[in-house]
């Protein structure tokens, strides 16, 4: 089994910065690209950044020079740093990862981490 676990999210006023992680564990035999969406409420899971393991990079335009993907593959560790937070970005953030098991390959998803920007 494979587990992915968020952390990093909280309460930030605007202009604020967070950074969020997420480490990937159990029976890992490699993971290609990861990822981090987020959820707001009433709207769709939208695709936020991505990174693969090459280190290319994709981001949504609404975030394009504002958040910065990276991962560190030694410790199957994705990062999202979040800068000039605003409103707009209050969502639940997940992270995925495309990873191979003896099983084969499949998509893991973490639980979740709320980042609620507010004065």
């Known amino acids: 089994q494979v587990q992915l676990v968020e952390s990093g999210g909280g309460l930030v006023q605007p202009g604020g910065s967070l950074r969020l992680s997420c480490v990937a564990s159990g029976s890992i035999l490699s993971i290609s690209g990861m990822g981090w969406y987020r959820q707001a409420p009433g709207k769709q899971r939208e695709l936020v950044a991505a990174?693969?393991?090459?280190?290319?990079?994709t981001y949504a335009d609404s975030v394009k020079g504002q958040f910065t993907i990276s991962r560190d593959s030694a410790k199957n560790t994705v990062y999202l740093q979040m800068n000039s937070l605003k409103p707009e970005d209050t969502a639940v953030y997940y992270c995925?990862?495309?990873?191979?098991?003896?099983?084969?390959?499949?998509?893991?998803w973490g639980p979740g981490t709320q980042v609620t920007v507010s004065s």
């Open positions: 995925n990862a495309d990873v191979e098991t003896w099983g084969g390959w499949g998509k893991y």
């Open positions: 990174i693969t393991s090459g280190g290319s990079t």
